[in-house]
């Protein structure tokens, strides 16, 4: 079918914008095309899912004896979040030249999400050390992220204490 508005010919299945025609099929934008892409698009939704979760169990307080427990660890490493912005990052690269546009609008959902999850604490704690005037390092928090310190006190790491006696 072809149609003239404003002295131009249009057929029903192109478009022309600022003197470029492209075709339109119908869903074809945005729907995912291939394995592969439905591949990146469950991902993206079960990533947006999991981070979704883990956002709301870091702002309410929700049990400790499950969920919670993400969410606080969560709030005392808050930069260890910054791992799945990267991942994030890269799926939505990816998800982009394999053409899957969906996947790569979740994908660039998932890294503003996890990006504000986890530089709200930690500006929220810098600005608290600075007016506490606490000295804060990168490089000490990153020397010291792959080295969890569960069990028992660790001596060589250990500062003693002494309290004043009461008064």
Known sequence: MVSE???VRLRSDSVQILGKTGRLSAGS???PRGAGAWLLIVVACLLTLLMAGLAYCMVRPVRWDGPGKFGGAALFFPLHLLAFTLFAAVLAFLAKRA???LAAWVFGLVVILTAAM???PTITVWRQARQLDVPL????????AGRPNFGLPQRERSVALVLAPPR
């Open 99 to 101: 053409g899957a546009r």
């Open 118 to 120: 986890a530089l709200t």
């Open 137 to 144: 390092s990168l490089g000490n928090y990153l020397a010291n």
């Open 5 to 7: 508005l404003a002295g």
């Open 29 to 31: 934008q945005w729907r």
